[in-house]
């Protein structure tokens, strides 16, 4: 992968049969079964992608600090593998394989309970699936997802004909900007818990740049400005994928309300991304065979002038 290549512009991995392959295997076969067949998948992955297996060996690098061997590359992207494989047993067979353990899930609740909306910001690390556990346990908890369809359209596919009626529940991300943020407002409106994944901009977002493992790094900042424009609770989020059957979903208090000023946006934006990444920055430390960006996190992919940011303010109403 380029220093120019957007993580956009690469295929989805695998292809429908491969997907549905591995998805019969699992239902059929069963957890144990299909685990045994992650590591030919890891291994076809590792030799065959270059730019993702490239893009892992320079991110361990940094989170270790020293250069990163072959097989710490295949322990991430098996790792990765292990987390996609559940999300079929997740959408399938709800928690019931899995041990699932939560830490601060009393502030999210306390949160909900006003019946303003909470925004849930999460990133690629682990199972975001696995807060559907959390809508499970709690059927009067209504959970709305931010995910791009058009990325991976096998894995929709895929999740849509094990759990069609989730869909309802997702929000197009490929949509226009207007069409999202008003999805989201009529949810938080309606006391939904309202999901996306904060740490990875799209090829067309406005981005800048905070301190995340001893480089600056790329950060979209229509999640901040989709808090502000919404004035709901922002709690953060991390799945964290302990091996085996195991996850932690860990929830953490970031702002009852985002304020964001007309004048002085820039360095406002600034200290709210700065401390999104310090806490994505500690949770990548405690497990970091979790972080799932296969591709240069620190290239500068956007603009990050004063002038983008007001336009996107504009858009979600500011």
């Not at 959970?143 to 929000?171: N, S, W």
Request: net charge positive.
């Amino acid at each position: 992968m380029s220093a120019s290549e957007h993580w956009q512009s690469r295929p989805e991995g695998g292809g429908r049969f491969a997907l549905w392959l591995i998805r019969s295997i699992a239902l059929y076969g069963g957890r144990r079964v299909a685990r045994v067949c992650l590591y030919p998948i890891t291994l076809y992955f590792f030799l065959r992608r270059r730019p993702e297996r490239r893009a892992s060996r320079h991110y361990l690098q940094r989170v270790f600090g020293r250069p990163a061997t072959a097989w710490q590359v295949l322990r991430h992207i098996h790792c990765f593998a292990a987390t996609i494989l559940d999300r079929i047993f997740l959408l399938a067979q709800g928690e019931k394989p899995f041990r699932i353990e939560t830490q601060g899930l009393e502030l999210l609740e306390q949160r909900i309970a006003d019946g303003r909306g909470v925004l849930l910001f999460g990133s690629h690390q682990g199972s975001f699936e696995a807060l559907r556990v959390i809508a499970a346990r709690r059927p009067e908890m209504p959970l709305r997802v931010v995910l791009d369809k058009q990325k991976t359209p096998g894995m929709t596919a895929l999740f849509d004909a094990l759990a069609p009626e989730l869909g309802a529940g997702i929000i197009d991300a490929s949509r226009d900007g207007t069409s999202i943020a008003l999805a989201m407002a009529e949810a938080c409106q309606g006391g939904a818990v309202v999901a996306m994944l904060a740490d990875r901009g799209r090829g067309h977002e406005v981005l800048r740049h905070a301190p995340l493992l001893g480089s600056p790094a790329p950060f979209p900042v229509s999640p901040w400005l989709l808090a502000h424009a919404l004035k709901v609770p922002v709690v953060l989020c991390f799945g964290l994928y302990l091996g085996g059957n195991r996850y932690r979903l860990v929830f953490e208090p970031m702002a009852d309300r985002v304020e964001i000023p007309r004048h002085g946006r820039g360095p406002a934006l600034d200290a709210l991304i700065g401390r999104y990444a310090q806490r994505l920055e500690h949770y990548v430390r405690v497990a970091p065979y979790n972080w799932f960006n296969f591709y240069d996190f620190w290239q500068d992919t956007g603009a990050c002038a004063e002038s983008a940011v007001a336009a996107v303010g504009e858009r979600v109403g500011t």
